[in-house]
């Protein structure tokens, strides 16, 4: 079987099991392949060296990273169609101690098909907060969905708003938005992109992730102003977000008066064995905001 072929069946095999992850890990004969599926790590047979080095190779070049280079990070993006359904592929690669590149490729699946929530009166509870201004923020584990959940909610606006979103990078293709991506050489982080896209004058910010206090305030400025601002942010439980926000160095009177609603996101099997996004959602009132800090 020609490589290409070999690729594309490991691809559709992922897709159709809506894997999230699949890893290359070197080993001593080749590498060892895993799925990252709704059930857990499921491992697959492995692939010798010269086959190995074929499907990593194909995957950088259809990627546009540079296939001589094996040890430093590399990240690249691809895609597949499969039954009319584009879904797109985030690559990353990075050699191991022994120069030996291993390889992560990210699924990433339309976005109506790839969002579910387990309880409908949370997602119903979450859109009528996404009708507001204000600052709305998620946290969560990593790969619970946070980005999807922001795109999804922001697509429920879309026709009466202007959505401008920054990223880290860019991980759904939402044509109906202006996206933006950071780009640390050209001088475009997360602060730079921020000030420019107030300019643009939108309804609507995402904010792929807030990560230092530049970032955070000028989320803060952009939901003071009035627009609805979403992101997500490293905390390890809804309340926390709030102290995650002040340790950065925003005031706590800026968050009273900014924050509309805080969700911890994880992700729970429904009743299709299907992975859904559960959240726990604390509002403006239910958050612990000590003045005094």
Request: hydrophobic share 45%; net charge negative.
């Amino acid at each position: 079987m020609a490589i290409q072929d070999e690729l594309q069946t490991l691809l559709v095999d992922c897709c159709q099991h809506r894997t999230q992850d699949l890893y290359f890990r070197p080993i001593a004969t080749g590498w060892q392949l895993a799925e990252r599926r709704a059930t857990g790590l499921v491992q697959r047979e492995p692939v010798n060296q010269a086959v190995g080095e074929k499907l990593i190779n194909r995957l950088k070049y259809l990627a546009e990273m540079d296939i001589s280079e094996n040890r430093r990070p590399q990240t690249g993006r691809s895609e597949i169609t499969i039954d009319q359904e584009v879904v797109y592929l985030r690559l990353a690669t990075i050699g191991d101690f022994l120069n030996r590149e291993s390889l992560v490729i990210r699924f990433i699946y339309p976005l109506l098909t790839a969002y579910r929530c387990a309880q409908v009166s949370q997602l119903a509870q979450l859109e009528a907060v996404v009708q507001q201004s204000g600052l709305v923020l998620f946290a969560g584990p990593t790969g619970s969905g946070k980005t999807t959940s922001l795109y999804y909610l922001a697509s429920q606006v879309m026709q009466e708003r202007m959505v401008v979103t920054i990223e880290d990078p860019i991980e759904i293709k939402q044509p109906e938005f202006l996206q933006l991506q950071v780009n640390q050489e050209a001088g475009l982080s997360y602060a730079a992109l921020l000030k420019i896209s107030l300019r643009l004058r939108p309804d609507t910010l995402i904010i792929g992730e807030i990560r230092d206090l530049a970032t955070a305030q000028h989320a803060v400025t952009a939901a003071l102003s009035g627009h609805l601002v979403l992101s997500t942010i490293h905390a390890r439980n809804a309340q926390g977000v709030v102290q995650r926000l002040i340790n950065l160095g925003i005031e706590p009177a800026q968050l009273t008066a900014c924050l509309t609603c805080v969700a911890y996101q994880s992700l729970v099997l429904n009743s299709q064995a299907q992975l859904a996004a559960h959240y726990d959602i604390l509002m403006a009132a239910d958050l612990e905001v000590d003045d005094d800090l």
